[in-house]
């Protein structure tokens, strides 16, 4: 059935998506988080490079790409520099949280924070991942390499490969990050190496191998292919959960030694959630949210699993189990508002200790169990890539029906997602880019070519 158009509701999108751009020395270089006069700026006045990254996508399916090319630029000449990490000091390669225009000295100039004016401090590690992957989206749409191969975008492109794939205290292939350094950018539980930096991680090194000149290309290319396949091994081995591997881990033996051992990170039975034996269907399945030592965060969250569909990162038969889940467990994760960014939330004296009693993430709230219409057009190209164009329009026309009569809000909560979030900001921009970019995927199909990875047949596979 096709989706009802709303003529009204895309116009007015539109018109805000064009009002929250930020022009520097007369040029567009991004858009404002928000333009919620209700309530106080903060830092919504500013451009987030994870928010832009709908928009500057959306730009891009309109051909409209002087924007994202101001944007990559002017982010890029932000980086990080700094020899090492020293109190409040960001680390070489890593790119801005955000960044505004102001004036000093009656000229314009861009002040960016990298964290260390943010709640808690955290860095901003998807900053990075994110930024290559527009890059790449940059390059595709344009077909013109000739921005990536500038000297500055190599020595960019290569800080970030540093920065990324440095050797840390760990013996993964995975990218250690601290709790709060993603689009949960608050205490919730997942130090450690959470699924979302996994998936994006992924892509980038991907997206690198691509965008390296060539000459360049041959000194990382066998580092950065070993650790993808390394890193496609570990995330499909022990981060996926269905019916099957869930009866694996009931049945595990703990406190084994040894290289051939079934349960290597030390998982306990008695680990597994209550509910979850029950909300898991039969042909359904996800990957876990973290995973470590005697660790296996069990919560779906929602960007992980729909990146690792896009990039390729999960299997053609895993894409389906994860599109089966959403679509039989659609009143959980969907409800009045697509979609959930984590699902189930926690509550009560777990909350207490895993948030440090964060009021604004309680329970069914915010980056607890809160629905995010940003992830709306990630769940759509999810559907569209795994054939489920029904699930897309479905999804869309769930959307639709609110978002321009709540005045597209940053966030929604309640278990089903009827209640406007409690401290959501209106007119979130990457809320409206969202929704325009999931109406533009079902419009033109073609776009996901900016944002999908396919499988590299020469990838050698990793065994453990």
């Given at each position: 059935m096709?989706?009802?158009?709303?003529?009204?509701?895309?116009?007015?999108?539109?018109?805000?998506?064009?009002?929250?751009?930020?022009?520097?020395?007369?040029?567009?270089?991004?858009?404002?988080?928000?333009?919620?006069?209700?309530?106080?700026?903060?830092?919504?006045?500013?451009?987030?490079?994870?928010?832009?990254?709908?928009?500057?996508?959306?730009?891009?399916?309109?051909?409209?790409?002087?924007?994202?090319?101001?944007?990559?630029?002017?982010?890029?000449?932000?980086?990080?520099?700094?020899?090492?990490?020293?109190?409040?000091?960001?680390?070489?390669?890593?790119?801005?949280?955000?960044?505004?225009?102001?004036?000093?000295?009656?000229?314009?100039?861009?002040?960016?924070?990298?964290?260390?004016?943010?709640?808690?401090?955290?860095?901003?590690?998807?900053?990075?991942?994110?930024?290559?992957?527009?890059?790449?989206?940059?390059?595709?749409?344009?077909?013109?390499?000739?921005?990536?191969?500038?000297?500055?975008?190599?020595?960019?492109?290569?800080?970030?490969?540093?920065?990324?794939?440095?050797?840390?205290?760990?013996?993964?292939?995975?990218?250690?990050?601290?709790?709060?350094?993603?689009?949960?950018?608050?205490?919730?539980?997942?130090?450690?190496?959470?699924?979302?930096?996994?998936?994006?991680f992924y892509a980038a090194l991907v997206a690198v191998s691509e965008l390296l000149l060539p000459n360049d290309s041959n000194v990382h290319l066998d580092t950065i292919n070993r650790r993808l396949a390394a890193l496609e091994y570990h995330v499909k081995e022990y981060y996926w959960i269905d019916i099957n591997r869930l009866n694996e881990i009931y049945r595990y033996k703990g406190e084994e030694f040894g290289k051939e051992v079934a349960n290597k990170f030390n998982i306990y039975p008695e680990s597994i959630p209550n509910w979850l034996t029950e909300w898991l269907p039969e042909t359904g399945g996800y990957l876990a949210g973290n995973l470590g030592p005697s660790q296996l965060d069990f919560r779906f969250f929602a960007l992980g699993n729909l990146m690792a569909i896009l990039v390729s990162l999960a299997s053609e038969e895993e894409s389906q189990k994860i599109m089966d889940l959403v679509e039989q467990r659609w009143d959980e994760l969907i409800g009045s508002m697509p979609m959930k960014i984590c699902f189930p939330a926690l509550e009560g004296l777990e909350w207490k200790i895993v948030t440090g009693s964060d009021p604004k993430n309680r329970a069914w709230s915010y980056h607890n169990g809160g629905n995010w219409p940003v992830l709306l057009w990630l769940l759509v190209a999810a559907a569209l890539k795994t054939g489920r164009v029904e699930l897309a329009n479905k999804a869309i026309d769930v959307a639709q029906s609110r978002l321009s009569q709540d005045q597209w809000p940053e966030y929604y909560d309640g278990k089903n997602g009827r209640l406007i979030g409690k401290e959501a900001r209106k007119y979130q921009t990457w809320t409206i880019s969202g929704f325009l970019m999931a109406k533009e995927l079902v419009a033109n199909p073609a776009h996901l070519n900016l944002i999908s990875f396919e499988k590299d047949p020469d990838m050698i596979t990793c065994v453990n």
């Open positions: 096709p989706i009802s158009v709303k003529t009204d509701s895309i116009t007015e999108a539109w018109r805000t998506l064009e009002n929250s751009i930020i022009f520097y020395r007369e040029r567009p270089i991004g858009t404002v988080a928000a333009r919620d006069c209700q309530r106080a700026a903060l830092n919504y006045d500013q451009c987030f490079v994870r928010d832009f990254i709908t928009s500057g996508l959306l730009f891009l399916t309109q051909g409209k790409t002087e924007i994202v090319r101001n944007f990559l630029i002017e982010t890029l000449a932000l980086q990080s520099h700094e020899k090492q990490m020293d109190f409040f000091k960001p680390g070489p390669g890593l790119m801005p949280a955000s960044f505004k225009v102001d004036i000093v000295d009656g000229k314009q100039v861009l002040i960016a924070d990298f964290g260390e004016h943010a709640i808690a401090r955290v860095p901003p590690v998807d900053s990075c991942l994110w930024w290559i992957i527009l890059l790449r989206a940059y390059v595709k749409a344009t077909k013109d390499i000739s921005l990536a191969y500038q000297p500055e975008f190599q020595q960019g492109i290569k800080l970030i490969l540093d920065f990324c794939l440095v050797h840390r205290f760990a013996m993964y292939p995975t990218m250690l990050v601290p709790d709060g350094a993603f689009m949960i950018d608050r205490r919730m539980g997942v130090y450690g190496n959470p699924l979302e930096i996994q998936v994006l």
